[in-house]
């Protein structure tokens, strides 16, 4: 783990493994991209996932922040998968209108790892949810 994030950075069989179980703040997402795309470079990881399940409340700039880190992560050519997001917060991202077509999603950490380890096309994200 690299950084002042209170955030694990788990590298597992060339995955990186993100997994939120604390409140977010502003700056602890910040830190925590910083983090990130610093273990991509140090570990040359080729996969990510960040698992959500944790989070009670993830507001617009949280949301977009987790899906901007992805997108960052995608285009360092790793590929990444959020899992864990629950039906609350899942229904609150579609009311507010926030789009997340370019990021893969599925529904808990363990068929995330699934998804990495049977490496399925990157570019197509619907073949992977």
Known sequence: MTGVSKIPIIKLHGN?????????SDQLVMQLRDDITAEIERTSARGLVIDVSGIDVMD???????????????????????????????????EMGMD????HTHLNLESALDLLACGEDEDDPDEMD
């Not at 990186?16 to 977010?24: D, F, K, N, R, T």
């Not at 997340?100 to 990021?103: D, S």
Request: proline share 0%; hydrophobic share 60%.
């Open 16 to 24: 990186l493994i993100v997994s939120i179980q604390i409140a977010l």
């Open 60 to 94: 617009s700039y949280i949301s977009r922040a987790i899906r901007d880190i992805s997108l960052i992560a995608r285009l360092m050519g790793v590929r990444t998968v959020i899992s864990g997001m629950d039906a609350l917060i899942a229904m609150t991202l579609v």
């Open 100 to 103: 997340l077509k370019e990021v």
